[in-house]
C-alpha cells in the first residue's frame, strides 16, 4: 500500500474536523484507511480556479469537483461581482448544465450559494448548450452566468465556466480578479449556502423560443434550402445537450429529414457508446458515419456534451465518407456566409470577421478576397467574444471562428456556437447541392482560388513538475536560438506573443504585436508555411500548429498535392525534431 502524503492527510483532516457532511467524511475516512494514493491527489491541493472556471475529476477532496469546491468557487465570483456591481439590486445570473454525472447538482449548488447572497438565479429547468447560456445572459440581462460543464473531458470530469455580462467567458482583468477572490475563501464556513428559493426562477421553453427565433435570423438561402429540403443528415449529440435543440433549429430552417443517431440520443454522463465525446476524433463519428452510409445520407454532424463545437463528414468523390478538420469546415462556413452576404447585398463596407492566430490563414485569405477587415486573436474563444465588444454599435461582426471546431455566426452569442453552426453548415451543403455540387466539391473550389491550405496538430506529453520544467526550457531555447531554415526552408520572420514582437529576420525590423502578452512562438517560413507553438493553458503539453499550402490547380491534382502537403509537415517534424 502507498504511503500515505502528510500534507494530504492534514488538508483531509481538517475537512474531517469541519462543516462538511457525514457521508464526504465516511468516504474521507475510507480513502485514508485504503487508498492513500488516491486520498494524495484527492487533497495535495485546491482545485484550481483558472481563467475560465473550475475543470476535475469528481469526488470529495480540495482537489476534486464536490458541492463544497463549486460552492467556494461560487462564493469567490459572487463577491467579485458584489464589488463590480454596486448598484444593481438584486444582480442576476444564469446558470445552464450539460448532460454529465451530477451536472445538475452542482447546478443547484450554485443556485442555492447565489441566492443565499441575495442574488437573482435564472436556472435552466433541464439541460441545454453553452452557447444558449451564453444568448439567455444577452436576453435577459444578467451581470454574470455558470455554465456546469467539462466540454469533451472524460466522463469522470466535471466544470464550472463563469460568464461575463456580455455572454463571453471572463478576460482582463475580470478573470485575474475572480480568481483572487475564489482564492480567499479557504473554509466552507465562508460560504454562505442557505439561500432564499423565491430568488431561483426556473426558465426554459421562452428562452429556447427566443435563441431559435435569433438563429432563424442567420438564415440566408431559404430558396436552396426549400428545394433541397430532403438532403439526408445525419447528426449525433454524443449523449448531450445538442439533442434538445439542434434537430428542431434544423427542421425550422427547413430541412424535412433529419437523421439522428438513436444510441446516442439519450442524455447520459457515462456516454457509454464513445470513448470521448469528443467530435474531433474519429471514433466519436463512427456511429453517425455508419448510420450515414446505411442511409446513403449526404452529412454528418456531431456536437459535444455542451454543443458549443463541431465536428462533419461529407461525401467524398468516391461516395465515401470524409472526416473535415475544424480549419476545413471554417473555410466552408466562411466562404460562404460571405458569398452570400456579397450576393445578397448585405455589405455597407464596416464588416469583420475574427480567427484566432493558430486558425488557418486560408480565412484570412478568403475575408481580404471579400474586402474584409479581419482580426487575430490568441488562442479561446474568449479573446473573439471581445473583439466583438470592443467594436459594437460601430462595426458589424459577422463570423468568427477557430481551429478547434468552434465557429459563431452573428452576435447575439458569444461563445462558440455549435447550434448555429449546425444550421449554417446544413444550409451550405443545400445551397451546393443546388448547383449540383456536395460540400467537398466546394472546399475544392475554394482551394483552387485560394490555394490548399493544409494544417495538423502535434501535441506532446510532458507530465510532473520534470514535464513541466522542460517545455518552459523548450520555449526557452526556441526564444534563445531560434531556428534559421526548417525543413531547408528559411525562417523570415519570428513571432513572439510573450514579448509582443515580430521580428524580420532578413531585415531585423521589429513590428509590435497588438495582443495581451501570451508564451506563443510563430515560425514564418519563405514558402508561406506557419509553425506555431505553446505549452497547454490546461494539460500537460506543448502543442505545435503546422499550416502549410501549395496551389491547386484542378481538382484531379487533390490527391497529389494532399500528399505533398503530408510530406511537408513530415519533413517539418523531422526537422524540429519531434518524430
Not at 429540403?229 to 439533442?243: A, M, N, Q, R, S
Not at 485560394?450 to 514535464?467: A, C, D, I, Q
Amino acid at each position: 500500500m502507498s504511503q500515505i502524503d502528510q500534507n494530504s492527510l492534514q488538508r483531509a483532516q481538517a475537512w474531517l474536523a469541519g462543516n462538511v457532511d457525514e457521508n464526504t467524511k465516511t468516504q474521507i475516512r475510507n480513502l485514508i484507511e485504503n487508498d492513500p494514493a488516491t486520498l494524495g491527489d484527492a487533497f495535495y491541493r485546491d482545485l484550481e480556479f483558472g481563467t475560465g472556471g473550475l475543470r476535475g475529476i469528481m469526488g470529495v477532496g480540495t482537489n476534486r469537483m464536490n458541492k463544497y469546491t463549486v460552492g467556494m468557487a461560487t462564493q469567490g465570483l459572487a463577491n467579485y461581482l458584489k464589488k463590480m456591481f454596486p448598484d444593481v439590486t438584486p444582480i442576476s445570473l444564469a446558470i445552464s448544465y450539460d448532460s454529465r454525472n451530477n451536472s445538475r447538482y452542482f447546478a443547484e449548488i450554485t443556485a442555492e450559494v447565489l441566492a443565499a447572497n441575495g442574488f437573482k438565479v435564472y436556472l435552466f429547468d433541464d439541460l441545454r448548450p453553452t452557447p444558449e447560456l451564453s444568448y439567455t445572459i444577452r436576453y435577459l440581462g444578467c451581470q454574470s452566468g455558470v455554465m456546469i460543464t467539462a466540454s469533451h473531458n472524460p466522463k469522470e470530469y466535471n466544470g464550472y465556466k463563469a460568464y461575463w455580462d456580455d455572454g463571453a467567458q471572463m478576460i482582463a482583468p475580470h478573470d485575474k480578479n475572480v480568481i483572487s477572490e475564489v482564492q480567499k475563501i479557504t473554509s466552507v464556513d465562508q460560504v454562505h449556502w442557505q439561500g432564499n428559493p423565491e430568488l431561483i426562477i426556473s426558465i426554459g421553453k421562452e428562452i429556447d423560443e427566443a435563441y431559435m427565433a435569433q438563429i432563424l435570423t442567420l438564415q440566408l438561402s431559404p430558396d436552396s434550402v426549400s428545394r433541397e429540403k430532403e438532403l439526408k443528415i445525419v447528426y449525433t449529440p454524443l449523449h448531450g445537450t445538442g439533442l434538445t435543440i439542434i434537430p428542431d433549429v434544423l427542421r425550422r430552417f427547413g430541412f424535412t429529414n433529419i437523421m439522428v443517431v438513436e444510441e446516442q440520443a439519450t442524455a447520459d454522463g457515462n456516454f457509454p457508446t464513445v470513448h470521448s465525446p469528443n467530435p474531433e476524433e474519429h471514433d466519436a463519428l463512427s456511429m453517425a458515419i455508419q448510420l450515414a452510409e446505411t442511409e446513403n445520407a449526404d452529412l454528418v454532424m456531431a456536437t459535444d456534451p455542451d454543443a458549443d463545437r463541431v465536428g462533419i463528414a461529407v461525401k467524398g468523390p468516391a461516395g465515401n465518407f470524409i472526416l473535415l478538420n475544424g480549419n476545413q469546415t471554417a473555410a466552408l462556413l466562411f466562404y460562404y456566409v460571405l458569398n452570400r452576404w456579397k450576393e445578397l447585398g448585405k455589405f455597407t463596407g464596416n464588416e469583420f470577421i475574427v480567427k484566432t492566430i493558430v486558425t488557418s490563414e486560408i480565412l484570412r485569405d478568403i475575408s481580404q478576397s471579400f474586402k474584409l477587415q479581419y482580426f487575430d486573436v490568441l488562442t479561446g474563444f474568449k479573446f473573439i467574444a471581445d473583439v466583438i465588444r470592443q467594436h459594437e454599435g460601430r462595426k458589424t461582426f459577422i463570423i468568427g471562428g477557430e481551429e478547434s471546431y468552434g465557429y459563431l455566426i452573428g452576435d447575439f452569442v458569444r461563445d462558440k456556437d455549435a447550434v448555429s453552426a449546425c444550421a449554417m453548415i446544413a444550409e451550405t451543403a443545400a445551397w451546393v447541392a443546388d448547383q449540383g455540387k456536395t460540400l467537398f466539391d466546394l472546399l475544392l473550389d475554394i482551394y483552387i482560388t485560394y490555394s490548399f491550405y493544409k494544417e495538423r496538430l502535434l501535441s506532446l506529453t510532458k507530465k510532473g513538475k520534470t514535464g513541466a520544467d522542460e517545455i518552459q526550457q523548450m520555449m526557452v531555447n526556441y526564444r534563445t536560438n531560434p531556428m534559421k531554415y526548417i525543413n531547408g526552408i528559411r525562417v523570415v520572420s519570428i513571432k513572439d506573443y510573450l514579448s509582443l514582437e515580430e521580428k524580420n529576420l532578413e531585415t531585423g525590423r521589429i513590428t509590435p504585436i497588438h495582443l495581451p502578452s501570451s508564451n506563443v512562438l510563430q515560425f514564418i517560413l519563405e514558402d508561406g508555411s506557419v509553425i506555431s507553438v505553446r505549452p497547454s493553458g490546461t494539460e500537460p503539453k506543448i502543442k505545435y500548429y503546422f499550416g502549410v499550402r501549395a496551389p491547386l490547380k484542378q481538382r484531379s491534382d487533390y490527391d497529389k498535392t494532399n500528399s505533398f502537403l503530408d510530406d511537408k509537415i513530415e519533413g517539418i517534424i523531422r526537422s524540429m525534431k519531434l518524430d
